[in-house]
């Protein structure tokens, strides 16, 4: 399901939207660190730009356990199929982007860009329905 | 205390630890997101971990200490709100195993009545 938004609205209507349905994805696992990613996550077609939340986890030698440690904005380029993302940085979604254009645009056209919100499960299931 | 609990489920192929996030708004107000739902895989028990930073202090073996960023200040209510935690997160299980065996019958019915 798609529901359109202005960039800069992004993360506020995210904390309003009940999620609880869409699973977490283990998206990286190496020997010290795990990152996990929200299923639900944001296109920017204009840039052709995937964001995600997630949150980085760490290896705790005495816990024998992935620990949470810090929470991140993860982008991808291509289709979310593939699994790779390109970035991450522990930073919401207009500064995450900011720094990963590098200057290519300004941060008030980045708070301004269109970008919509994408419910995978939900979207599977309606379908389903259907 | 008036206070909303919802949780996530971490999908691992792996098998990972961390088996889900809840997110907590008290008096539909202040929240918290990121409380961690974790396996002890010897023990087979699940267990809640608040968000937690890196302090500057060092354990004896040099490892960095974390701290909790906040948490509940009485074991009544810790043991409460914990327990609520887990039990949303085992809520949530059932609905999606109940989900996945609606979608079974739906791929069946849908392949029978191809025959």
């Known amino acids: ?130 | 205390m008036k206070y909303s609990i919802k949780v996530n489920e971490v999908k691992s192929k792996e098998g990972g630890n961390i088996r889900g996030f809840a997110t907590v708004v008290f008096g539909d107000s202040f929240k918290i997101t990121n409380i961690a739902i974790l396996e002890n895989k010897e023990k087979g028990q699940l267990f809640v971990s608040m968000p937690r930073y890196k302090s500057n202090e060092r354990d004896g073996n040099g490892s960095t200490i974390y701290k909790d960023i906040c948490n509940p200040i009485t074991a009544e209510f810790r043991e409460e709100l914990y327990g609520n935690i887990l039990e949303a997160f085992e809520q949530i299980q059932v609905a999606e195993q109940n989900q996945d065996k609606k979608r079974e019958m739906r791929v069946l019915l849908k392949s029978q009545s191809f025959l």
């Open chain 1, 1 to 130: 399901m798609l529901r359109s938004y202005r960039l800069c609205e992004i993360e506020e209507i995210l904390a309003d939207t009940d999620t609880t349905e869409i699973a977490d994805d283990i998206v990286e696992t190496d020997e010290d660190m795990q990152l996990i990613v929200r299923g639900y996550y944001v296109h920017i077609p204009e840039l052709n730009l995937y964001l995600r939340e997630g949150v980085v986890c760490i290896w705790e030698e005495e816990e024998k356990l992935f620990m949470p440690d810090f929470a991140v904005t993860v982008i991808y380029e291509n289709e979310l199929e593939t699994g790779t993302w390109i970035n991450y940085e522990q930073d919401g979604f207009v500064v995450t982007l900011a720094n990963w254009l590098n200057g290519r645009c300004s941060i008030e056209q980045i708070v301004q860009l269109k970008c919509n919100l994408v419910m995978p499960d939900e979207a599977i299931y309606k379908k389903e329905r259907n």
